[in-house]
């Protein structure tokens, strides 16, 4: 079993930017495919990005690409979320999750671990 606590979160004008970060503990967190979800009011929970145990491979949703990136750090356990360009309609409540799909997905069904999220807010 794994452990995910979201951080970062919080309020920003719109054109700004943000860094959501996610620990993880209670297993080999490098041997994880690691993805981002976000769920705004209202709104079904939807893919943000995803990347491999070795963080060579990463995904996108066409709605951030361009403007999100992810990355890993595993000697610190932490996989990061940098968000720029940010708008409106980014507003949600941000996920981590772990899955042992080694390379990621971009399927929710794919991830059995999920953090308790983490609040961004983008102000128009």
């Known amino acids: 079993q794994v452990q995910l606590v979201e951080s970062g979160g919080g309020l920003v004008q719109a054109g700004g930017s943000l860094r959501v970060s996610c620990l993880a503990s209670?297993?080999?967190?490098?041997?994880?495919?690691m993805g981002w979800f976000r769920q705004a009011p209202g709104k079904e929970r939807e893919f943000v990005a995803a990347i491999s145990w070795s963080g060579r491979d990463t995904y996108y949703a066409d709605s951030v690409k361009g403007r999100f990136t992810i990355s890993r750090d595993n000697a610190k356990n932490t996989v990061y979320l940098q968000m720029n360009s940010l708008v409106p309609e980014d507003t949600a409540v941000y996920y981590c999750?772990?899955?042992?799909?080694?390379?990621?997905?971009?399927?929710?069904?794919?991830?059995?671990?999920w953090g308790q999220g983490t609040q961004v807010t983008v102000s128009s």
């Open positions: 209670g297993r080999t967190f490098s041997s994880d495919g």
């Open positions: 999750a772990a899955t042992r799909v080694r390379g990621g997905s971009t399927y929710s069904r794919h991830y059995p671990n």
